[in-house]
C-alpha cells in the first residue's frame, strides 16, 4: 500500500541556515505529492504541491521537486526564520488510497535566533 | 469568510461518556473528512463524506460515527468514550479529492480519563 516516510524530528537550525526534511513515499503509479505546515496551536494548511514527476512546488521560499526516480519530495528552503518553526507534514494521495490523503509523521523544525 | 470551524475546542470525557464534535464549512466543498493526530503518528483518517447524506470509513473507524444531513456539517461522535480516544481530532474539507488543496480547522483537543 501507500506510505510516506520523514525524517524524524526535531530538526534544529540557526536562523539564516539552509533546510532540507527529506521525504520518501511508496506508492504505484503518479500520486500527488504535499507539503503541508502546522504552527504551534493551529490547524494544518498546504505550503506547496506537486501533481507530476519533475514539478517543482514553490510557496513562501520553500521548494519540493517531485522525483520519480528516487521516489522523493524534499522540502528545502535557502535561508529560514525564526517564523518558519513550526511542523512539516509529507502527504500524498493517489488511486491506491482512493485519493485520500496518507500522510507521514511529521518533522518538527525548529529555528534559533 | 470563517473556513473550517470546530466546535468545542477542547472537552474532557469520562470513559463511557459520550460526545458529538462538529465541523462546519462555508466554502461549499464536496468532501468534508475527521482525522486524529497523535503524538509521533502524523493524522490518521477517521471517517470522510464525498458529499451530503454519504459517509466512508477511513484508517481507524472503530469507535466514531458521522453523519453529513447538511452540506456544510459533517458531525464526528463517541458513543462511549475510550481513553484510547484521547487525541487532537481535526476537520478537514476540500473541492475534490486528490490534488485539490484540504482546508483544516483548528482543531479539537479531547481527553478521556
Known amino acids: 500500500g501507500n506510505s510516506v516516510t520523514q525524517m524524524e524530528g526535531p530538526v534544529t537550525l540557526s536562523e539564516e541556515a539552509f533546510l532540507t526534511i527529506n521525504c520518501t513515499y511508496t506508492a504505484t503509479g503518479y500520486p500527488s505529492l504535499f507539503w503541508y505546515v502546522q504552527y504551534p496551536g493551529e490547524g494544518l494548511q498546504l505550503l506547496l504541491k506537486a501533481t507530476k514527476a519533475d514539478d517543482k512546488g514553490s510557496n513562501k521560499g520553500f521548494e519540493a521537486t517531485y522525483r520519480k526516480e528516487t521516489t522523493s519530495f524534499h522540502l528545502e528552503k535557502g535561508s529560514v526564520q525564526v517564523s518558519d518553526s513550526a511542523v512539516y507534514f509529507c502527504?500524498?494521495?493517489?488511486?491506491?488510497?482512493?485519493?485520500?490523503?496518507?500522510w507521514g509523521a511529521g518533522t518538527k523544525l525548529i529555528i534559533k535566533p | 469568510n470563517a473556513g473550517v470551524t470546530q466546535t468545542p475546542k477542547f472537552r474532557v470525557l469520562k470513559t463511557g461518556q459520550s460526545m458529538t464534535l462538529l465541523c462546519a464549512q462555508d466554502?461549499?466543498?464536496?468532501?468534508m473528512y475527521w482525522y486524529r493526530q497523535d503524538p509521533g503518528m502524523g493524522l490518521r483518517l477517521i471517517h470522510y463524506s464525498v458529499g451530503e447524506g454519504t459517509t466512508a470509513k477511513g484508517e481507524v473507524p472503530d469507535g466514531y460515527n458521522v453523519s453529513r444531513l447538511k452540506k456544510q456539517n459533517f458531525l464526528l461522535g463517541l458513543e462511549s468514550a475510550a481513553p484510547s480516544q484521547t487525541s487532537v481530532y481535526f476537520c478537514?474539507?476540500?473541492?475534490?479529492?486528490?490534488?485539490?488543496?484540504?482546508?483544516f480547522g483548528p482543531g479539537t483537543r479531547l481527553t478521556v480519563t
Open positions: 502527504a500524498l494521495s493517489g488511486p491506491d488510497s482512493n485519493y485520500q490523503l496518507i
Open positions: 466554502m461549499n466543498h464536496e468532501y
Open positions: 478537514a474539507s476540500s473541492r475534490r479529492a486528490g490534488v485539490d488543496e484540504q482546508y
